[in-house]
């Protein structure tokens, strides 16, 4: 059975997979992150999306055996040591962008990685483009949109705390 | 010193408890849980729409690696399991009960739709389980297929059911034929409709999943599953299919990743794993991969429907036929009989003042997935069917399409409001709800903006719809009357903890509507308690009395009111310590903001001092009153509530690509009182994202053999964040009138109210091509179609879209 070794949220591991297992089986079912879902079997829910050497990937669309020697950061390694929330983990609550939550952990991923790829911001517009590869049931992306843009001034360094929402 | 304590009761946007575990990653979803020693099942499915089983041969998959079990149909048979029931029982005309043919948890004899289950394999792994499925011999001799209502009715067509001649499930009417003929008689216009409300795939971002154990000291079974009900579920499981008594079964719903109604209904897998670990001793999981959940969840809508309404010189509705062919699928599922029936035709008069109103419907078995409801379950279809007749109307009479509603609306000094089709409407102003959204969307400045797109190239429309439905489900003994095979009361039980702070054990579930927030708010509002001394226990028969769970916008309507209920009693109680312990009458306490007061004194008692009483007494009426503050309460709703509104959209089209664009959605809805705006407005605009789905995009194909061609994300259009505008949405409230709250439900107006107004919208901005209707969903080569082929209103054949 083959063996990767990984870092996963900062921490390193060795498991043994199947050459056919996926990394969102590694991470689920070997490492019992199970903060990443799974939502579909066509790689188009993003569900699953972690950070993968700082970029976002679809965790059901990398073989583990890829993943030799990777840096995966998944949504259970967003929060500060003190329990202090990403800016991204931040704005979804105060904007009342989930639901269900089903969605959320590859949504936040996808975002943060949104925001990192656009220092200088991100319009309605191109926010709604970047989320093509994370599919919503519940929310109607209309405040995922909006806490997007807020969470992107301040991780822009544009504000220094998030700006509320409006009552 | 000056502490201000952030109001936190009803009508506060709180924001919600449940966020921080699922934006850390620690949902606690079904497929996230775990039980030592636990296998895995997969479900070996029907690649066939309508078969005969002549063979199953499982010896070379029962010999594959790690397989522990693999169960048959003869199998389940043998060991007495029961067929999935059926919750509600249409009679038809003539006082004829509804077919309702055996629906085997594994088929038995034949199958009758592509993903229906014909095995389960039980493994080590996963992996294992579904190779081993793969290894599953099969001889099926292939049957004729119906996949479309009319397929299935036409003469000849191969029965799925020997019990329903003619693939016929029940045919039944509503309302008076006598004067709705006489209403058409006098008629000085009648206006026909035809229209088909398009299947969908509920889709809920979880897929379903359900994970058994069974513990063979105590003899007790535990299913985890993805429910909205899950007493529900203990209810039809044990006592219909398992046969295992409620007191040895306990259903846990633990975080759900959304239903929108795709997760009521029991399924068979709940049963296999609950079963299959009882025979194995081992705890046992399934979860669905997508296309898994496509071809086995529940389908929503497909309705087939002729309609005429009759009209007055002057535009007022004398009469309106409708005429519904609804599919059910291949099965019954659980709440499906009511679905077309007493959940859309009673809907029928709308907000309308139409006198006389019949209804047909004849509902037909096809060998597809089965449909049950989804997200507005009836309503909807409904809905959009009256909202595209008025439109038609409106054109056909020369009239305003806000002229026509306006002269027809109920008024609000109507109310009560008895309609020809069984309900009575106890509020609602739609008057009210039509002027904020024309004014918020900029109505009569709209021609300008026409104008201004078509400078660009672009067809620009605008479309209305004003709407009511029905939820708060049910009034008991009328849906009892109606078919329903069970109550649909709901429980509370509040337990008030020594020091003070509060677990409310609610039946309802939540999985997305954030009950944990908004339920807590009303125990802040009611008892005084700090919100965060508040605690929402759901989903878990082992820890709740009773409850119905969650669904037709009923949890706090009616979970809300029980919760009311057992308050009420917490502070009778309170009163009666408080009046002890401060040597007082009980008829002299007062309660309010936290505080037991005697009245017209300076004397209190604070809320917790009253509970440490309760639990820990020095000093105590022991003679009159038992020590404890904990209460239950049930609770009927006396009828349904009755939420509307009125929802706008505007739509540009594209005439080089057939691209509908929806560039503006206003709504503004009356769902009585608002106890979270925050939360209400997200369920809002979620609704409405899956009615611009259901009317643009989303599609459920079938072949002509029963394969189900969208079965994929890839395949079937989900709204996507680029899909969709911004949202204006307010709300307008007018109370209900028969509990306590006021409140009228959030739920599923988003997904009635909208698919009607978008498709306005599309025909009005093609009203130069011609264009009388489009058939939903609008999708770009539709029409595309209609633009360069001047194909108005042709429905495209599927090869097209």
């Given at each position: 059975?083959?063996?990767v070794?990984?870092?996963?949220n900062?921490?390193?591991?060795?498991v043994?997979?199947e050459?056919?297992?996926?990394?969102?089986?590694?991470?689920?079912?070997?490492l019992r992150?199970?903060?990443?879902h799974?939502?579909?079997?066509?790689?188009?829910?993003?569900?699953?999306?972690?950070?993968?050497?700082?970029?976002?990937v679809?965790a059901?669309t990398?073989?583990?055996?890829?993943?030799?020697?990777?840096e995966?950061a998944?949504?259970?390694?967003?929060?500060?040591?003190?329990?202090t929330?990403?800016?991204?983990q931040?704005?979804?609550?105060?904007?009342?962008?989930?639901?269900c939550?089903?969605?959320?952990p590859?949504?936040?991923?996808?975002?943060?990685?949104?925001?990192?790829?656009?220092?200088?911001?991100?319009?309605?517009q191109?926010i709604?483009d970047?989320?093509?590869?994370?599919?919503?049931?519940?929310?109607?992306?209309?405040?995922i949109v909006k806490?997007?843009?807020?969470?992107?001034?301040?991780?822009?360094?544009?504000?220094?705390?998030?700006?509320?929402?409006?009552? | 010193?000056?502490v201000?304590?952030?109001?936190e009761?009803i009508?506060?946007?709180?924001r919600r408890?449940?966020?921080?575990?699922?934006?850390?990653g620690?949902?606690?979803?079904t497929d996230?849980?775990?039980?030592p020693?636990?296998?895995h099942?997969?479900?070996?499915?029907?690649?066939?729409a309508?078969?005969?089983?002549e063979?199953?041969?499982?010896?070379?998959?029962?010999?594959?690696?790690?397989v522990?079990?693999?169960?048959?149909g003869?199998?389940l048979a043998?060991?007495?399991?029961?067929?999935?029931?059926?919750?509600?029982q249409v009679?038809?005309?003539?006082?004829k009960?509804m077919?309702?043919?055996?629906?085997?948890?594994?088929?038995?004899?034949?199958?009758r739709?592509?993903?229906?289950?014909?095995?389960?394999?039980?493994?080590?792994t996963?992996?294992?389980?579904r190779?081993?499925a793969?290894?599953?011999?099969?001889?099926?001799a292939?049957?004729?297929?119906?996949?479309?209502i009319?397929?299935?009715?036409?003469?000849g067509a191969?029965?799925?059911h020997?019990?329903?001649?003619g693939?016929?499930?029940?045919?039944?009417?509503?309302?008076?034929a006598?004067?709705?003929?006489?209403?058409?008689?006098?008629?000085?216009?009648?206006?026909?409709?035809?229209?088909?409300?398009?299947?969908?795939v509920?889709?809920?971002?979880?897929p379903?999943?359900?994970l058994?154990?069974?513990d063979?000291?105590?003899?007790e079974h535990?299913?985890?599953?993805?429910?909205?009900?899950?007493?529900?579920?203990?209810?039809?499981?044990?006592?219909?299919?398992?046969?295992v008594p409620?007191?040895k079964?306990?259903?846990?719903?633990?975080?759900?990743?959304?239903?929108f109604?795709s997760?009521?209904?029991?399924?068979a897998?709940?049963a296999l794993?609950?079963?299959?670990?009882?025979?194995?001793?081992?705890?046992v999981?399934?979860?669905?991969?997508?296309?898994?959940?496509f071809?086995s969840d529940?389908?929503?809508?497909?309705?087939?429907?002729?309609?005429e309404l009759?009209?007055?010189?002057?535009?007022r509705?004398?009469?309106?036929?409708?005429?519904?062919?609804?599919?059910?699928?291949?099965?019954l599922?659980?709440?499906a009989?009511a679905?077309?029936?007493?959940?859309?035709?009673?809907?029928?008069?709308?907000?309308?003042?139409t006198?006389?109103?019949?209804?047909?419907?004849?509902a037909?078995?096809t060998?597809t997935?089965?449909?049950d409801?989804y997200?507005?379950?009836?309503?909807?279809?409904?809905?959009?069917?009256l909202?595209?007749?008025v439109?038609?109307?409106?054109r056909?009479?020369g009239?305003?399409?806000?002229?026509?509603?306006?002269?027809?609306f109920?008024r609000?000094?109507?109310?009560p409001?008895?309609?020809?089709?069984?309900?009575?409407?106890?509020?609602?102003?739609?008057?009210?709800?039509?002027?904020?959204?024309?004014?918020?969307?900029?109505?009569?400045?709209?021609e300008?903006r026409?104008t201004?797109?078509?400078?660009?190239?672009?067809?620009?429309g605008?479309?209305?719809s004003?709407?009511?439905?029905?939820?708060?489900?049910?009034p008991?003994?009328?849906?009892g009357?109606?078919?329903a095979?069970?109550?649909?009361?709901?429980?509370?039980?509040?337990r008030?903890h020594?020091?003070?702070?509060v677990?409310?054990?609610?039946?309802t579930?939540s999985?997305g509507?954030?009950?944990?927030?908004?339920?807590?708010?009303?125990?802040?509002?009611?008892l005084?308690?700090?919100?965060?001394?508040v605690?929402i226990?759901?989903?878990?028969?082992?820890?709740?009395?009773?409850?119905?769970?969650?669904?037709?916008?009923r949890?706090?309507a009616?979970?809300?009111?029980?919760?009311v209920k057992?308050?009420?009693?917490?502070?009778?109680?309170?009163?009666?310590?408080?009046?002890?312990?401060?040597?007082a009458?009980?008829?002299?306490?007062?309660?309010?903001?936290?505080?037991?007061?005697?009245?017209?004194t300076?004397?209190?008692?604070?809320?917790?001092?009253?509970?440490?009483?309760?639990?820990?007494?020095?000093?105590?009426?022991?003679?009159?009153?038992?020590?404890?503050?904990?209460?239950?309460?049930?609770?009927?709703?006396?009828?349904?509530?009755?939420?509307?509104g009125?929802h706008?959209?505007?739509?540009?089209i594209?005439p080089?690509?057939?691209?509908?664009?929806?560039?503006?959605f206003?709504?503004?809805?009356?769902v009585?009182?608002?106890i979270?705006?925050?939360?209400?407005?997200?369920?809002?605009?979620?609704?409405?994202?899956?009615?611009?789905?259901?009317?643009l995009?989303?599609?459920?194909v079938?072949?002509?053999?029963?394969?189900l061609?969208?079965?994929?994300f890839?395949?079937y259009?989900?709204?996507r964040?680029?899909d969709?505008?911004?949202?204006?949405?307010?709300?307008s409230?007018?109370?209900?009138t028969?509990?306590?709250l006021?409140?009228?439900?959030?739920g599923?107006?988003?997904a009635?109210?909208?698919?009607?107004?978008?498709?306005?919208?599309?025909v009005?901005?093609?009203?130069?091509?011609?264009?009388?209707h489009?058939?939903?969903?609008?999708?770009?080569a539709?029409?595309?179609?209609?633009?360069?082929?001047?194909?108005?209103?042709?429905?495209?054949?599927?090869?097209?879209?």
């Open positions: 059975m083959p063996q070794t990984l870092t996963v900062g921490k390193s591991h060795t043994d997979v050459g056919r297992t996926l990394l969102v089986e590694l991470l689920r079912e070997k992150l199970t903060g990443t799974v939502g579909c079997d066509t790689s188009q829910c993003g569900a699953c999306v972690v950070h993968m050497g700082g970029d976002s679809k059901c990398i073989l583990a055996v890829q993943c030799e020697g990777a995966i998944t949504i259970e390694g967003l929060a500060a040591a003190d329990g929330l990403h800016p991204m931040e704005a979804f609550r105060e904007y009342h962008a989930l639901q939550g089903f969605c959320t590859g949504m936040v991923m996808s975002a943060i990685d949104l925001v990192k790829k656009h220092p200088s911001g991100l319009s309605e191109e709604r970047g989320l093509e590869g994370n599919i919503c049931r519940c929310t109607g992306y209309h405040n806490a997007i843009a807020a969470a992107a001034e301040v991780m822009n360094g544009k504000r220094s705390e998030l700006a509320r929402a409006a009552e | 010193m000056n201000t304590i952030p109001f009761g009508g506060a946007s709180v408890k449940e966020d921080l575990r699922f934006l850390t620690r949902g606690q979803y996230d849980l775990n039980r020693g636990q296998l099942a997969w479900v070996l499915r029907s690649p066939h309508h078969a005969r089983i063979r199953i041969d499982t010896a070379a998959a029962a010999a594959m690696p790690g522990q079990a693999i169960y048959t003869q199998d043998a060991a007495g399991l029961g067929g999935v029931p059926c919750g509600w009679t038809g005309k003539g006082g009960v077919a309702e043919p055996a629906h085997p948890v594994l088929a038995l004899g034949k199958v739709h592509v993903g229906d289950p014909v095995a389960l394999v039980v493994a080590e996963r992996s294992q389980a190779d081993a793969e290894a599953i011999l099969v001889d099926y292939p049957l004729a297929a119906a996949t479309t009319e397929a299935a009715i036409a003469p191969a029965a799925l020997d019990e329903a001649p693939n016929i499930c029940f045919d039944w009417e509503i309302g008076d006598a004067a709705t003929d006489a209403a058409f008689a006098r008629a000085h216009k009648v206006v026909r409709f035809d229209t088909t409300n398009n299947r969908l509920p889709n809920a971002m979880e379903r999943a359900a058994g154990e069974y063979p000291n105590s003899g535990t299913l985890w599953t993805t429910s909205q009900n899950p007493h529900v579920i203990r209810l039809l499981m044990g006592a219909f299919v398992l046969k409620e007191h079964l306990r259903v846990v719903a633990p975080d759900v990743g959304g239903g109604g997760k009521i209904y029991h399924y897998e709940e794993v609950t079963w299959s670990a009882a025979q194995l001793k081992r705890p999981k399934w979860t669905a991969e997508r296309t898994e959940s071809i529940a389908h929503g809508r497909d309705h087939v429907t002729h309609a009759a009209l007055d010189e002057e535009g509705f004398l009469g309106l036929r409708v005429s519904t062919l609804a599919n059910m699928g291949a099965y599922s659980t709440f009989p679905v077309p029936t007493y959940l859309s035709a009673t809907l029928l008069a709308g907000v309308y003042t006198p006389a109103i019949h209804g047909q419907v004849k037909v078995f060998s997935v089965p449909v409801a997200r507005g379950a009836g309503r909807p279809e409904t809905t959009y069917l909202e595209r007749l439109d038609v109307a409106a056909e009479m009239m305003d399409r806000t002229e026509i509603r306006r002269k027809n109920i609000p000094d109507q109310f409001y008895q309609t020809p089709v069984a309900l009575q409407y106890d509020s609602g102003d739609y008057e009210a709800t039509l002027r904020v959204a024309l004014e918020a969307a900029d109505f009569a400045g709209f300008a026409r201004e797109a078509r400078a660009r190239g672009k067809l620009r605008i479309g209305i004003t709407y009511l439905e029905a939820c708060g489900i049910a008991s003994k009328l849906v009357q109606l078919g095979r069970a109550g649909l009361y709901e429980v509370a039980n509040i008030v020594p020091t003070g702070s677990s409310v054990f609610t039946g579930h999985h509507q954030g009950h944990e927030t908004t339920f807590a708010q009303l125990v802040t509002e009611k005084g308690v700090p919100f965060d001394q605690e226990v759901h989903g878990d028969t082992g820890k709740i009395p009773f409850g119905m769970g969650t669904y037709g916008s949890s706090l009616v979970g809300g009111t029980a919760m057992a308050m009420d009693k917490i502070i009778a109680k309170g009163k009666k310590i408080a009046a002890h312990l401060m040597e009458a009980v008829e002299d306490i007062e309660f309010s903001d936290g505080q037991f007061r005697v009245a017209g300076d004397r209190s008692k604070a809320f917790a001092e009253i509970s440490m009483a309760a639990y820990v007494p020095h000093d105590y009426p022991i003679e009159e009153l038992e020590p404890g503050l904990e209460e239950t309460a049930f609770y009927d709703p006396k009828n349904f509530t009755f939420p509307g009125c706008i959209c505007e739509v540009e594209d080089d690509t057939g691209e509908v664009a929806v560039v503006n206003t709504a503004c809805d009356d009585g009182r608002v979270n705006p925050m939360i209400v407005e997200g369920q809002i605009q979620g609704g409405l994202a899956q009615g611009i789905g259901q009317a995009i989303e599609h459920t079938y072949d002509g053999d029963g394969q061609l969208s079965a994929s890839n395949d259009a989900m709204p964040a680029k969709l505008p911004s949202f204006q949405v307010s709300t409230t007018t109370l209900c028969h509990n306590p006021g409140v009228k439900g959030c599923e107006v988003g009635i109210g909208s698919p009607p107004a978008v498709i306005n919208a599309v009005d901005a093609l009203r130069d091509h011609g264009v009388t489009v058939e939903m969903p609008a999708t770009p539709k029409i595309w179609s209609i633009i360069h082929q001047g194909r108005g209103g042709a429905d495209l054949p599927a090869a097209a879209e």
